[in-house]
């Protein structure tokens, strides 16, 4: 999400966390013992990205974002059950609590996500979100715990030397020549396009 947000590529985090709310994970190795954590994000184009976390949230499933810009901001909220508030001499908010697991609040997302990717195979088209991606948010996360271990900045370029900043500026290609050439640069991944699947 912050890639989105931020229209632009990462190129360096700084983290850091601790066991805060669930002690039964503080024996684990590493990141793995964090319920807690903040993570500042770099991006190519040089703007910070800040996102905090936590495991508990005893009010609802909490995921907010708020993009601060020169001439104003924009903020998403939490999303609940109803619209519905209540505004009394007691109580002054939401009449519900927001969703409690990511899979109420996501739903229409994940139903989105599946006709896209299902349209995108009719259509031999490609996906909204590619391989390319995940590889990335998955880079992102490892060098966070690298930089909470370590306690210093951590390019993404030293977790996957293919995030070196040649990607960045180079949507004029296809995201599928982009995921080959993304591939390509990791070593060892197939350079020809696959076998078509049998009807």
């Not at 805060?20 to 590493?30: D, F, K, N, R």
């Not at 708020?66 to 939401?94: Q, W, Y």
């Not at 349209?119 to 966070?144: C, H, K, Q, R, Y």
Request: charged letters at 25%; a negative charge.
């Amino acid at each position: 999400m912050a890639r989105f947000l931020m229209a632009s590529e990462p190129v360096a985090v700084l983290a850091s966390g601790s066991c805060q709310v669930s002690p039964e994970i503080s024996a684990l190795e590493g990141p793995e013992a964090f319920d807690t954590a903040n993570v500042m994000v770099r991006f190519a184009n040089g703007k910070d990205a800040i996102i905090d976390v936590c495991r508990q949230a005893p009010y609802g499933y909490d995921q907010r974002a708020e993009v601060l810009g020169t001439k104003g901001m924009m903020m998403t909220d939490n999303m609940h059950p109803s619209t519905a508030r209540i505004l009394s001499d007691k109580f002054c908010g939401h009449a519900d609590m927001p969703y409690d697991f990511f899979m109420s609040r996501y739903i229409a997302a994940y139903e989105a996500e599946t006709v896209a990717f299902i349209d995108s195979i009719e259509s031999a088209s490609d996906a909204p979100v590619t391989g390319e991606d995940g590889v990335i948010a998955l880079a992102m996360a490892i060098a966070a715990g690298l930089s909470a271990k370590e306690q210093r900045w951590v390019k993404l370029s030293e977790v996957l030397p293919a995030l070196d900043g040649s990607m960045e500026g180079s949507p004029r290609l296809r995201k599928r020549d982009r995921l080959s050439a993304f591939l390509r640069s990791l070593g060892g991944a197939r350079t020809s396009e696959p076998e078509p699947i049998p009807a």
